[in-house]
C-alpha cells in the first residue's frame, strides 16, 4: 500500500465517530449500542438487536428479542423505532408439550398512525384443541388485535404487544373456549412506515417502507 493510499485510509479512520443508538422513548430512550461511522446519513435504516432483558432487567424477559431500526440522527445520538420483535428459538421450543395443541394465527394490521405490522400469535392449550375451538381463539386473537390497531398509534401498539398486553386480553377471553397454557404475541414485523412519518418520540422522520 502507498504512503498516499494508506493516508487516506487512516484519515477516513479519523473521520469517522462513535455514535449512540437509543431505543425509542416508549422503551425508555435507553442506549443500546454505538456504531462507529463517518456519515450519519448512512446508519438510517441499520437494525440493532438487543433483548428485552437488556432494557427491562427483567430476566423473565431473556428470550424476547427485539430488533431497532435507526430512523434519523439528532444531537450525535441516533434514534430509532421497533423493526421486529420474536420470541428465540429455545423459549418457543420449551412451550411445546405432548398432548398439547397449538394454535397459530398470522395477522396484518394498520395502527392508528397508519403503520403496517404483521404480527404472529400463538396459543397452546392445556390439551387437545378440535378445528370450532382453534377457528374461535383465531377469531378473537384478530378481533383483540384489530381492536387495539385501530386505538393505538405504532408506539402504544409496540409497548403493549411487548410487554404482554395485548397477549393478556386475547387470553382473558380465549381462556373461555378451552383451557390454555400460555398465549403470546411470539414474533412482530413492520412491514410499512406511513410515507411522510411523523414519529413525535423520535422528533425524526423516515420515509417509505421498512422491509
Not at 76 to 95: F, M, N, V
Not at 185 to 200: G, I, Y
Request: with cysteine.
Amino acid at each position: 500500500m502507498g504512503m498516499s493510499k494508506a493516508r487516506k485510509v487512516r484519515d477516513k479512520w479519523h473521520a469517522k465517530k462513535w455514535f449512540p443508538v437509543h431505543a425509542p422513548q416508549y422503551f425508555g430512550e435507553l442506549e443500546i449500542a454505538s456504531i462507529l461511522c463517518e456519515d450519519p446519513q448512512k446508519l438510517i435504516g441499520r437494525v440493532v438487536e438487543t433483548t428485552l432483558y437488556d432494557i427491562t432487567g427483567d430476566v423473565t424477559h431473556q428470550s424476547i428479542k427485539l430488533y431497532f431500526m435507526i430512523v434519523g440522527v439528532e444531537g450525535g445520538r441516533a434514534k430509532t423505532i421497533l423493526k421486529q420483535h420474536e420470541y428465540s428459538t429455545d423459549y418457543l421450543r420449551s412451550l411445546v408439550r405432548r398432548g398439547s395443541s397449538r394454535i397459530d394465527g398470522i395477522f396484518t394490521v394498520s395502527s392508528k398512525d397508519g403503520y403496517v405490522v404483521r404480527y404472529s400469535v400463538v396459543a397452546f392449550a392445556k390439551g387437545r384443541a378440535n378445528s370450532s375451538q382453534a377457528r374461535a381463539i383465531r377469531a378473537i386473537m384478530k378481533e383483540v388485535l384489530e381492536e387495539r390497531a385501530r386505538n393505538l398509534d405504532y408506539s402504544q401498539l409496540c409497548h403493549e404487544v411487548v410487554l404482554g398486553k395485548v397477549a393478556s386480553d386475547i387470553y382473558n377471553k380465549a381462556k373461555k373456549i378451552i383451557p390454555l397454557r400460555h398465549m403470546g404475541v411470539r414474533k412482530s414485523k413492520l412491514l410499512a412506515m406511513p410515507t411522510r412519518p411523523f414519529v413525535p418520540e423520535e422528533g425524526a422522520k423516515a420515509e417509505a417502507k421498512a422491509a
